[in-house]
């Protein structure tokens, strides 16, 4: 049997609004990570998604007058979908769950459990917050101020939370609090990082109760199998996603199912930790399947002090930074500024440095230096190296070492630690090429091979920095790999190993061309 895929996913977004930079930031982690796999020879599964049910969009179709499938049709169509395409996603799969394979999916789910006695109709009486999608207890809520004084408003929206009153179905969770925390002090890896890891265990400790798994006065969801007057509550229509994507629930693709499942990485924000680290792995287990071998809950984009949502009109279009400065540079910002796992602020001034110091002069120059000289002295024809001095060699270790400590930190999803390593790599060849003045040794005839020993030197490096980059920025560094014709020497850059950086890949006396600008100038410094 073929080995199992490495398989990633992003949370599935409602679709109540257009795509923000949160996220956006999640969906290029998971890009990168994902990238970062198949380039160590891996096989892969990165799935992203809409959560198309549920009240908060039905109430939205209602405000802007259409149905509730009309206005997930086109927000999917003219947002969600292409958002992917902005920020340069590859992702193997896109679910909605208004599809057919999810609703049948999550039919055949909750019949299991229904049968098996993990279902039973009791009465919910409670506090709901339609911006959560959730059900609230006491601890949830806090006094509202302003326009909500006097009322109890959610912690994380600060609106009004709903009083409900229905007859629904409810999930035996409290049946998970043991099983659950004998899984996490087996797998202390199981939930990252480490503060979200102590988050959940605390949160079980306390002893889970059952859950309410439908709702009786929302139309726009699935229904259940058993009782059409119901549809299943949207957050455990939602999280079935992950499974539904890759088959369940259909006999003809069972075998990429086993491939595939259990995910290796969710990555959420959070805010919606306690969905897939408590209730997600109980209904896995409640369905006798393996759970994930880890959640990892990254933190969030603050405006102001605060998360970035739409609701709180503090979202800004990711197409807003990407057309100033450019696709790759937003990939790059958000995973190298900001720690994975950590919150972060978004802002110009920052976001405007990082790119000036750190790519368009750090590594924009490198590139367009390299091409002129080689233009220059060897006119476009990349030179045999003669033999390497001890500044070469220095130069070959340090990039030896940057590949092993980016990939260990890929592996852990430290991201901005991966690309300071692949940075402190271009820094080292900067110092190299002020030491070595390869336009001083172009003046002398007699040291001509150690000119060509540099160039080739220079060349090199960059070959491997965009194989290294590649996951972070794949359209420059696509650039950057042809401008060098290393597509000649050594094919694809898609199919370059991050864990064989090796040295000496390109054959000398292919053509180096001028990459173009790889990072443009921003328009302001233009001007005198
Ligand atoms: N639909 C649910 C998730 C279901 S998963 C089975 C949901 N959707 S959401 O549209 O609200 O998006 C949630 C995710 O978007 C967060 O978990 C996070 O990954 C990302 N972010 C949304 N706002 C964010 C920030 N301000 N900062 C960082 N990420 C944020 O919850």
Redesign the pocket.
């Known amino acids: 049997m073929p080995d199992k895929s490495f398989y990633a996913t992003?949370?599935?977004?409602?679709v109540n609004d257009a795509p923000h930079i949160?996220?956006a930031?999640?969906t290029v982690a998971g890009d990168a990570l994902t990238r970062w796999r198949r380039q160590r020879g891996e096989s892969v599964v990165f799935l992203t998604g809409t959560?198309e049910h549920g009240t908060k969009v039905q109430r939205k179709a209602e405000e802007n007058g259409v149905s509730p499938q009309e206005w997930v049709d086109r927000l999917v169509a003219e947002h969600w979908r292409p958002v992917l395409e902005t920020l340069d996603i590859a992702n193997d799969d896109f679910i909605r769950t208004t599809e057919k394979r999810h609703r049948i999916g999550v039919q055949r789910f909750w019949e299991v459990l229904q049968e098996s006695g993990q279902v039973y109709p009791e009465a919910y009486e409670g506090p709901y917050c339609v911006g959560c999608e959730e059900f609230k207890v006491a601890a949830d809520l806090e006094e509202g101020t302003g326009e909500f004084a006097g009322q109890q408003v959610c912690r994380i929206h600060h609106r009004p939370v709903e009083q409900l009153s229905e007859q629904n179905w409810w999930f035996r969770l409290s049946d998970y609090t043991q099983p659950l925390l004998e899984h996490y002090e087996r797998h202390p890896d199981a939930v990252a990082p480490r503060s979200a890891y102590n988050e959940v265990v605390s949160f079980i400790r306390q002893g889970l109760s059952d859950i309410s798994m439908s709702r009786s006065s929302v139309s726009w969801g699935i229904p259940l199998p058993w009782d059409e007057e119901q549809v299943v509550y949207v957050w455990f229509d939602?999280?079935l996603?992950y499974i539904t994507a890759i088959g369940y629930g259909d006999e003809s693709r069972t075998g990429f199912f086993d491939r595939t499942w259990p995910a290796d990485v969710h990555l959420?924000?959070k805010?919606?930790l306690r969905f897939h680290a408590v209730y997600w792995p109980a209904m896995l287990m409640a369905a006798g399947l393996p759970l994930p071998g880890q959640v990892f809950a990254?933190g969030?984009?603050l405006v102001g002090g605060e998360?970035?949502?739409k609701t709180k009109l503090t979202g800004i279009a990711p197409t807003a930074i990407t057309d100033v400065f450019g696709t790759d540079a937003f990939r790059y910002y958000f995973l190298r500024a900001i720690n994975f796992g950590a919150d972060g602020s978004f802002s110009w001034e920052d976001m405007r440095d990082r790119y000036t110091a750190e790519l368009a002069n750090g590594l924009g120059n490198l590139a367009s230096r390299s091409a002129a000289m080689i233009g220059k002295y060897y006119d476009g024809i990349l030179p045999e190296p003669g033999p390497y001095s001890n500044a070469d060699l220095v130069l070959q270790d340090h990039l030896a070492r940057a590949a092993l400590d980016a990939d260990a930190a890929m592996l852990a999803l430290d991201f901005s630690t991966a690309i300071g390593a692949v940075r402190g790599f271009i820094d080292a060849v900067n110092h190299y090429v002020t030491d070595q003045e390869p336009w001083v040794l172009a003046k002398d005839e007699e040291r001509r091979e150690r000119l060509g020993t540099v160039l080739y030197t220079i060349a090199e490096s960059l070959r491997a920095i965009s194989v290294l980059y590649h996951p972070i920025m794949p359209g420059s560094m696509a650039t950057l790999w042809q401008s060098l014709g290393a597509g000649e020497s050594v094919g694809p850059l898609a199919d370059q190993l991050v864990t064989d950086i090796g040295w000496g890949r390109l054959a000398p006396g292919s053509t180096v061309a001028k990459p173009g600008q790889l990072f443009p100038r921003l328009p302001d410094e233009e001007t005198p």
Do not use: E, F, R
């Open positions: 992003t949370p599935i977004y409602y949160g996220h930031y999640t959560d939602a999280l996603n959420v924000g805010d919606i990254h969030w984009l998360k970035m949502s």
